[in-house]
């Protein structure tokens, strides 16, 4: 490992303007005079005045990737440091992940050179650490269970079957199930003792597994008696989710006897609250190879979810291989100094890239498979495209002023242009090539955050709109989105979309399931309107939010503070009218991963609020006990 050269320290402070000031420090830590250069860092707290700096020069700015001169003539020998001031802030930093992501110097010859960044510092403000996340919690019933079951009716044993085993004369399909469950679990805890055996063991416990066609499809049944177990199942997503039970029983009384026991009489009866129980990841602003995304999915099994949510594609990178167009995956990648697509969220001195080759795909839609999860893909369009624009210039209308709307991350003209001609014959041949890799019923298209007055200076678009007799962004966003839906609907998918699909006429209800992110209030609203929901509200399960407001706690804070108790507590069917509950389908986590710089803050900001979303998804509301959760959540396997 090289030692830093030069480290940027940054701090923030309210200054008496709107949002404050930043002050960096750039320290000249090598052994040689430092001069004739640039500075880039890249900050979610962006800079949007031109004359916004003492002692810098504000050369450029693209989303949350800014650069700066130093003052003419300026020299940092070794040892010495520079500071400049910036104002003119879009909004306030809340946070210590508000600051300076990463930085890079670039040298007159043009080469790039790491800079080490710091957590942002306040000053005239205090910064307190975070409260404990979690309380110690309480029990009444000594059982590691997360979800927790609608009903369990059992008495605690004493000691542990050593292992659990298929009664003799198991079928084999019964006998695969506990193999692949006895998998996911070596999977998730390497180093635990094993929950299964295929073989008898005469200090084990033989399970006695039976087909009920009268349980609900993903519900199951356990009787529990000192000689045997009896599993009953309607499907094999019920099995799996009673052997899992039968897991984390085992798992939770080995890895804390003190609290948690294994059942020796009585019954769990089961089954899910919710059909759409899901999860999705944001691949785009930073890279999970195939093996972190794969984790996931075990996680998300062990706790029950069923719906892998893939956001594939996105300003910053679009990461799936379509084979008809290779440069979404060379250019819509590549993130680096002098590349098309420049550095965001972390990115220094060295390129990064990242996607997934088909291959791959396939791969993990079949590991998901084989868990019961199934992988919902999402291309974010029309809005979220810089990264496919910039790999297929020719998607872009050439007479459309530049920089004519800025998306509320700050990047110039990233919509696909309803206009235009290539971007239906492109989006046909990537629903082609997705139709083949993606069984699901569902192909989810975005349709976020357009920027209001996007197009308007596309003269391809004025057009369009004067032919169909149509006013405005939303108008057109509409008129684009409808055809879309029929390119889905002509391939046997339905389209998902989040809530701002609706705007503008929205596509029609019929087959279309929309998510409402931006609040709860939206999910209502659409209901209303005839849309089946799924509720993911970033106040609550957006779990890129920081867990509390202590400026040590990291994270983003524009949807506020989301403590893993109100993650919890939160009844997404809450305010529903009885008239409309029908119409929502489920709940579903966010991993938005601006900030997930590390396996470190992923595993910080996710758990414990994925599995209290978990909860929250499989257990009936009267049996959510946050002090029950708080217990068990420790155990949960993490990334
Ligand atoms: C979103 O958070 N823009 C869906």
Same mark, same amino acid.
């Given at each position: 490992?090289?030692?830093?050269?030069?480290?940027?320290?940054?701090?923030?402070?309210?200054?008496?303007?709107?949002?404050?000031?930043?002050?960096?420090?750039?320290?000249?830590?090598?052994?040689?005079?430092?001069?004739?250069?640039?500075?880039?860092?890249?900050?979610?707290?962006?800079?949007?005045?031109?004359?916004?700096?003492?002692?810098?020069?504000?050369?450029?700015?693209?989303?949350?990737?800014?650069?700066?001169?130093?003052?003419?003539?300026?020299?940092?020998?070794?040892?010495?440091?520079?500071?400049?001031?910036?104002?003119?802030?879009?909004?306030?930093?809340?946070?210590?992940?508000?600051?300076?992501?990463?930085?890079?110097?670039?040298?007159?010859?043009?080469?790039?050179?790491?800079?080490?960044?710091?957590?942002?510092?306040?000053?005239?403000?205090?910064?307190?650490?975070?409260?404990?996340?979690?309380?110690?919690?309480?029990?009444?019933?000594?059982?590691?269970?997360?979800?927790?079951?609608?009903?369990?009716?059992?008495?605690?044993?004493?000691?542990?079957?050593?292992?659990?085993?298929?009664?003799?004369?198991?079928?084999?399909?019964?006998?695969?199930?506990?193999?692949?469950?006895?998998?996911?679990?070596?999977?998730?805890?390497?180093?635990?003792?094993?929950?299964?055996?295929?073989?008898?063991?005469?200090?084990?416990?033989?399970?006695?597994?039976?087909?009920?066609?009268?349980?609900?499809?993903?519900?199951?049944?356990?009787?529990?008696?000192?000689?045997?177990?009896?599993?009953?199942?309607?499907?094999?997503?019920?099995?799996?989710?009673? /052997?899992?039970? $039968?897991?984390? &029983?085992?798992? =939770?009384?080995? *890895?804390?006897? @003190?609290?948690? %026991?294994?059942?020796?009489?009585?019954?769990?009866?089961?089954?899910?609250?919710?059909?759409?129980?899901?999860?999705?990841?944001?691949?785009?602003?930073?890279?999970?190879?195939?093996?972190?995304?794969?984790?996931?999915?075990?996680?998300?099994?062990?706790?029950?979810?069923?719906?892998?949510?893939?956001?594939?594609?996105?300003?910053?990178?679009?990461?799936?291989?379509?084979?008809?167009?290779?440069?979404?995956?060379?250019?819509?990648?590549?993130?680096?100094?002098?590349?098309?697509?420049?550095?965001?969220?972390?990115?220094?001195?060295?390129?990064?890239?990242?996607?997934?080759?088909?291959?791959?795909?396939?791969?993990?839609?079949?590991?998901?498979?084989?868990?019961?999860?199934?992988?919902?893909?999402?291309?974010?369009?029309?809005?979220?495209?810089?990264?496919? /624009?910039?790999? $297929?210039?020719? &998607?872009?209308? =050439?007479?459309? *002023?530049?920089? @004519?709307?800025? %998306?509320?991350?700050?990047?110039?003209?990233?919509?696909?242009?309803?206009?235009?001609?290539?971007?239906?014959?492109?989006?046909?041949?990537?629903?082609?090539?997705?139709?083949?890799?993606?069984?699901?019923?569902?192909?989810?298209?975005?349709?976020?955050?357009?920027?209001?007055?996007?197009?308007?200076?596309?003269?391809?678009?004025?057009?369009?709109?004067?032919?169909?007799?149509?006013?405005?962004?939303?108008?057109?966003?509409?008129?684009?989105?409808?055809?879309?839906?029929?390119?889905?609907?002509?391939?046997?998918?339905?389209?998902?979309?989040?809530?701002?699909?609706?705007?503008?006429?929205?596509?029609?209800?019929?087959?279309?399931?929309?998510?409402?992110?931006?609040?709860?209030?939206?999910?209502?609203?659409?209901?209303?309107?005839?849309?089946?929901?799924?509720?993911?509200?970033?106040?609550?399960?957006?779990?890129?939010?920081?867990?509390?407001?202590?400026?040590?706690?990291?994270?983003?804070?524009?949807?506020?503070?989301?403590?893993?108790?109100?993650?919890?507590?939160?009844?997404?069917?809450?305010?529903?009218?009885?008239?409309?509950?029908?119409?929502?389908?489920?709940?579903?986590?966010?991993?938005?991963?601006?900030?997930?710089?590390?396996?470190?803050?992923?595993?910080?900001?996710?758990?414990?609020?994925?599995?209290?979303?978990?909860?929250?998804?499989?257990?009936?509301?009267?049996?959510?006990?946050?002090?029950?959760?708080?217990?068990?959540?420790?155990?949960?396997?993490?990334?």
């Amino acid at each position: 490992m090289q030692p830093v050269a030069y480290r940027l320290e940054s701090a923030w402070q309210p200054d008496g303007s709107p949002n404050g000031c930043f002050t960096f420090t750039l320290f000249n830590l090598s052994e040689a005079p430092l001069s004739n250069f640039r500075l880039v860092y890249t900050s979610l707290t962006r800079v949007i005045g031109k004359d916004a700096c003492k002692n810098a020069t504000f050369l450029r700015r693209n989303a949350n990737f800014h650069e700066f001169a130093p003052p003419e003539g300026l020299t940092l020998q070794p040892g010495e440091r520079w500071t400049f001031t910036v104002g003119y802030l879009h909004r306030q930093a809340r946070h210590c992940t508000d600051g300076a992501k990463s930085a890079y110097v670039t040298l007159s010859d043009g080469r790039h050179v790491p800079v080490a960044v710091s957590d942002l510092l306040v000053e005239g403000k205090i910064s307190e650490p975070p409260p404990a996340r979690l309380p110690a919690g309480r029990l009444d019933l000594p059982f590691a269970l997360l979800p927790w079951p609608e009903v369990i009716d059992a008495l605690p044993g004493e000691g542990l079957p050593v292992v659990l085993y298929p009664a003799e004369g198991t079928r084999p399909e019964d006998i695969r199930a506990v193999s692949a469950v006895l998998a996911l679990f070596h999977r998730l805890f390497p180093a635990r003792h094993a929950p299964f055996s295929l073989m008898p063991s005469g200090q084990g416990r033989r399970i006695v597994f039976a087909e009920n066609g009268d349980l609900a499809p993903e519900g199951y049944g356990l009787q529990f008696s000192s000689g045997e177990i009896r599993l009953e199942y309607a499907s094999s997503a019920g099995r799996q989710y009673g /052997l899992t039970t $039968l897991a984390q &029983l085992l798992h =939770g009384a080995r *890895a804390d006897p @003190s609290r948690f %026991s294994f059942p020796v009489s009585g019954s769990i009866s089961d089954r899910p609250r919710y059909g759409w129980r899901g999860c999705h990841l944001d691949v785009s602003r930073q890279f999970y190879p195939t093996a972190e995304v794969m984790r996931l999915i075990d996680i998300l099994a062990w706790f029950k979810l069923n719906i892998f949510h893939w956001h594939l594609t996105d300003d910053e990178a679009w990461r799936l291989e379509i084979k008809a167009y290779p440069t979404l995956s060379t250019l819509g990648v590549l993130r680096g100094p002098d590349e098309p697509l420049l550095p965001q969220l972390g990115n220094g001195a060295e390129p990064v890239g990242g996607f997934y080759s088909q291959d791959e795909v396939k791969a993990i839609v079949a590991h998901a498979a084989g868990l019961h999860v199934e992988v919902v893909p999402e291309v974010d369009i029309p809005g979220h495209s810089t990264a496919a /624009l910039v790999a $297929l210039p020719e &998607l872009a209308d =050439g007479q459309e *002023a530049p920089e @004519s709307y800025h %998306s509320v991350q700050g990047y110039p003209n990233n919509a696909l242009n309803p206009a235009a001609p290539f971007t239906y014959e492109f989006l046909e041949k990537v629903f082609d090539e997705m139709a083949e890799l993606f069984p699901s019923r569902y192909i989810h298209i975005g349709g976020d955050e357009v920027a209001d007055g996007s197009w308007l200076a596309s003269p391809m678009a004025r057009r369009l709109m004067e032919e169909q007799g149509l006013s405005g962004t939303f108008a057109l966003q509409s008129y684009f989105l409808k055809k879309v839906k029929q390119m889905l609907m002509a391939r046997g998918r339905m389209l998902v979309g989040w809530n701002e699909v609706a705007h503008g006429g929205g596509v029609g209800t019929e087959g279309t399931l929309l998510m409402a992110w931006e609040n709860p209030k939206v999910g209502i609203e659409l209901a209303r309107a005839g849309y089946d929901v799924v509720m993911t509200p970033g106040q609550a399960y957006y779990l890129d939010m920081a867990q509390a407001e202590a400026w040590q706690e990291p994270g983003a804070s524009w949807a506020g503070t989301a403590t893993p108790e109100h993650t919890y507590a939160y009844e997404a069917e809450g305010e529903f009218p009885e008239e409309l509950k029908s119409r929502m389908k489920g709940v579903q986590a966010c991993i938005w991963s601006e900030h997930f710089l590390s396996r470190g803050y992923f595993n910080h900001l996710v758990f414990p609020r994925l599995p209290a979303i978990a909860e929250a998804a499989w257990t009936p509301k009267v049996k959510k006990d946050w002090s029950r959760f708080a217990a068990i959540a420790p155990l949960s396997p993490t990334l």
